[in-house]
C-alpha cells in the first residue's frame, strides 16, 4: 500500500490537463470579450456614419431652403413673375422628398434603371439618407399671449385710452358672449380646447371623469403667467392667483417665450392630454402666418363664422380633391371659394374679418416661412434621426429700389398727413411698395432621436 500511495507516475499529466481546462476558460472568456468589443465598435462606427449621413440631410435641406428663400425674394421684387410663377410651383423647391439610394418603382424602364444604378455605383456614399421637410405654418404662435412691458409701456404712452381700463383679454368671456369683432390668440385656444374637450368627453369616459369640470381660465392664466414679463402681475389680477399656484408647485415661472414646444408641460395644470389635443393647431414658434393649404379644421371655424363640421369637410374635399385637388395661391383665392363658391359670407364681411386677423398680427398666405426638417441617416443597424425646426424670418422691404419719378416730392415732412386717425398704408403713392424679403434660414430648435 505504501508503494502503492508512493507511486507519483501520471500526476505530470493530471497537471496538464487541469492547465489546459483553465487556458480554454481564459482563452473563451478573452474570445467573447473580444468579439463584445468588436460590436461595440462596429456599432459606435455605425451611429458615427449614419450621423454623418443624417447631417448631411440636414444640410441638403437647408440648401434647399436657401434656394426657396432666393426665388421667393427674386419673384417679390419683379410683378411679372408674380405672375407667371405660383406659390405652387414656387414651393416645389422644398417640399419633394429626398432619398438615399433613389428608390426604383416596379414600372420603371430600363434606361432609367440603368441611370440609376450608374448613379450609386460611382457614388462615394454608404448608407441610406431620408429626407423629409414639412410645412408648420398652420399654426398659431402661444407667445402671442404673453405681455410684453416694453411694448405695454409703448402702447400706453401712445394710447388716449381711459388708464382706469384692465388690459387684460378675458378670452372665456369674450367666447361665451359670441364676441366676433375682435380676435386674440386666447380667444382662439377657449374656443379650440373647449370644443376639443368637450368631443373627447362625449367619447371617452375615463377622460370626462378626470376633466368634467376643468378650469379653462386657470389654465390659459397660469400659462400666461409662465411667459409674461416679470412685472406683468400688476397688469392681471389674476396673476396674484396663478403665483400662489407655481409658488405650491413648487417652481419658478421663466417670465419670457417659449422657445421650445415641451415647455409648456412644466406650466402647472397642462398634462399630456391636453396639450395633446391643441398640439396639431397651436405653437410656441415664432410665426404669424397660416397658410391657406395647410390650414386646420379648428382655426377654419375659428376664422369664418358659422363654419360647422359639414361645412369643414366640403372645404377639405374640395381642395384635396385627388382627382382635382385646389391650391390657394393668395388670400383672393380663398375669399373666391367662401364668397362666390360656398356663399358663407358677403364680399364686404370677408375684408373686414381678416383685417381684424391682421389687426392681431395673423396674415394668410401660401408661401411658408416655418417648416420641420426630418433627417434620418441610416447605416448597416444603427438608425440616427434629426428633427429640426426652421424658421425663415420676414423683413419688410421696398418692392423695388428705381428713383422716384416725380420731379416734386411731397414736401410734408409728416408720412401720415391725419394724425388724429388711422395712418394712411401709403402715404405718397410715389414711393416704392412694401413687399416681405425672406432672410437666412436659422434653425431654431433641434432633437435628436
Known amino acids: 500500500?505504501?508503494?502503492?500511495?508512493?507511486?507519483?507516475?501520471?500526476?505530470?499529466?493530471?497537471?496538464?490537463?487541469?492547465?489546459?481546462?483553465?487556458?480554454?476558460?481564459?482563452?473563451?472568456?478573452?474570445?467573447?470579450?473580444?468579439?463584445?468589443?468588436?460590436?461595440k465598435t462596429t456599432n459606435i462606427l455605425d451611429r458615427a456614419q449614419a450621423k454623418l449621413l443624417a447631417e448631411s440631410g440636414l444640410q441638403m435641406a437647408m440648401t434647399r431652403l436657401r434656394?426657396?428663400?432666393?426665388?421667393?425674394?427674386?419673384?417679390?421684387?419683379?410683378?411679372?413673375?408674380?405672375?407667371?410663377?405660383?406659390?405652387?410651383?414656387?414651393?416645389?423647391?422644398?417640399?419633394?422628398?429626398?432619398?438615399?439610394?433613389?428608390?426604383?418603382?416596379?414600372?420603371?424602364?430600363?434606361?432609367?434603371?440603368?441611370?440609376?444604378?450608374?448613379?450609386?455605383?460611382?457614388?462615394?456614399?454608404?448608407?441610406?439618407?431620408?429626407?423629409?421637410?414639412?410645412?408648420?405654418?398652420?399654426?398659431?404662435?402661444l407667445?402671442?399671449?404673453?405681455?410684453?412691458?416694453?411694448?405695454?409701456?409703448?402702447?400706453?404712452?401712445?394710447?388716449?385710452?381711459?388708464?382706469?381700463?384692465?388690459?387684460?383679454?378675458?378670452?372665456?368671456?369674450r367666447a361665451n358672449y359670441g364676441n366676433t369683432n375682435d380676435f386674440s390668440v386666447d380667444q382662439a385656444l377657449f374656443i379650440t380646447l373647449k370644443r376639443l374637450v368637450d368631443e373627447k368627453k362625449d367619447k371617452d369616459d375615463a377622460f370626462n371623469d378626470k376633466y368634467g369640470n376643468l378650469d379653462y381660465q386657470n389654465l390659459f392664466t397660469n400659462l400666461k403667467y409662465y411667459m409674461s414679463d416679470f412685472g406683468s402681475q400688476t397688469l392681471d389680477?389674476?396673476?396674484?392667483?396663478?403665483?400662489?399656484?407655481?409658488?405650491?408647485?413648487?417652481?419658478?415661472?421663466?417670465?419670457?417665450?417659449?422657445?421650445?414646444?415641451?415647455?409648456?408641460?412644466?406650466?402647472?395644470?397642462?398634462?399630456?392630454?391636453?396639450?395633446?389635443?391643441?398640439?396639431?393647431?397651436?405653437?410656441?414658434?415664432?410665426?404669424?402666418?397660416?397658410?391657406?393649404?395647410?390650414?386646420t379644421a379648428n382655426f377654419l371655424k375659428i376664422l369664418i363664422p358659422g363654419m360647422t363640421d359639414d361645412g369643414a369637410a366640403e372645404f377639405f374635399k374640395y381642395r384635396d380633391d385627388p382627382v382635382n385637388p385646389k391650391f390657394f395661391n393668395s388670400i383672393g383665392d380663398f375669399k373666391k371659394y367662401i364668397v362666390d363658391t360656398e356663399r358663407m359670407m358677403s364680399d364686404t364681411a370677408f375684408d373686414e374679418r381678416i383685417k381684424m386677423f391682421e389687426k392681431a398680427g395673423i396674415s394668410f398666405g401660401s408661401n411658408p416661412n416655418l417648416f420641420k426638417i426630418i433627417s434620418e441617416g441610416i447605416y448597416n443597424r444603427s438608425t440616427y434621426t434629426l428633427v429640426a425646426t426652421i424658421l425663415l424670418p420676414?423683413?419688410?422691404?421696398?418692392?423695388?429700389?428705381?428713383?422716384?419719378?416725380?420731379?416734386?416730392?411731397?414736401?410734408?415732412?409728416?408720412?401720415?398727413?391725419?394724425?388724429?386717425?388711422?395712418?394712411?398704408?401709403?402715404?405718397?403713392?410715389?414711393?416704392?411698395?412694401?413687399?416681405?424679403?425672406?432672410?437666412?434660414?436659422?434653425?431654431?430648435?433641434?432633437?435628436?432621436?
Do not use: C
Open 237 to 295: 389680477p389674476r396673476f396674484g392667483e396663478a403665483e400662489q399656484t407655481f409658488q405650491r408647485a413648487p417652481m419658478t415661472p421663466k417670465f419670457g417665450p417659449m422657445v421650445s414646444a415641451s415647455e409648456i408641460y412644466a406650466v402647472p395644470g397642462w398634462d399630456d392630454q391636453l396639450i395633446e389635443l391643441i398640439q396639431n393647431d397651436f405653437s410656441v414658434y415664432p410665426t404669424t402666418q397660416i397658410d391657406l393649404n395647410k390650414i
Open 394 to 449: 420676414k423683413q419688410e422691404t421696398a418692392a423695388n429700389t428705381q428713383p422716384n419719378p416725380n420731379p416734386n416730392p411731397n414736401p410734408n415732412p409728416n408720412p401720415n398727413p391725419n394724425p388724429g386717425g388711422t395712418p394712411n398704408p401709403n402715404p405718397n403713392p410715389n414711393q416704392p411698395a412694401q413687399s416681405a424679403q425672406l432672410l437666412e434660414p436659422r434653425i431654431i430648435e433641434m432633437q435628436v432621436n
Open 67 to 141: 434656394l426657396y428663400k432666393e426665388a421667393y425674394n427674386t419673384i417679390q421684387n419683379n410683378q411679372n413673375l408674380k405672375q407667371a410663377v405660383p406659390a405652387q410651383l414656387l414651393n416645389q423647391l422644398w417640399e419633394v422628398p429626398y432619398i438615399y439610394p433613389i428608390p426604383v418603382g416596379k414600372g420603371a424602364n430600363r434606361a432609367f434603371k440603368d441611370t440609376v444604378d450608374k448613379f450609386t455605383k460611382e457614388s462615394l456614399m454608404d448608407g441610406e439618407i431620408r429626407v423629409m421637410v414639412q410645412n408648420l405654418s398652420n399654426r398659431l404662435n
Open 1 to 39: 500500500m505504501r508503494q502503492i500511495l508512493a507511486n507519483q507516475r501520471g500526476i505530470a499529466l493530471m497537471m496538464i490537463m487541469t492547465s489546459i481546462i483553465i487556458l480554454m476558460a481564459i482563452y473563451g472568456d478573452f474570445t467573447f470579450d473580444s468579439k463584445i468589443s468588436r460590436l
Open 143 to 173: 407667445n402671442m399671449l404673453r405681455i410684453d412691458m416694453q411694448k405695454h409701456a409703448l402702447q400706453q404712452a401712445a394710447s388716449n385710452n381711459d388708464p382706469n381700463h384692465n388690459v387684460y383679454d378675458d378670452a372665456a368671456t
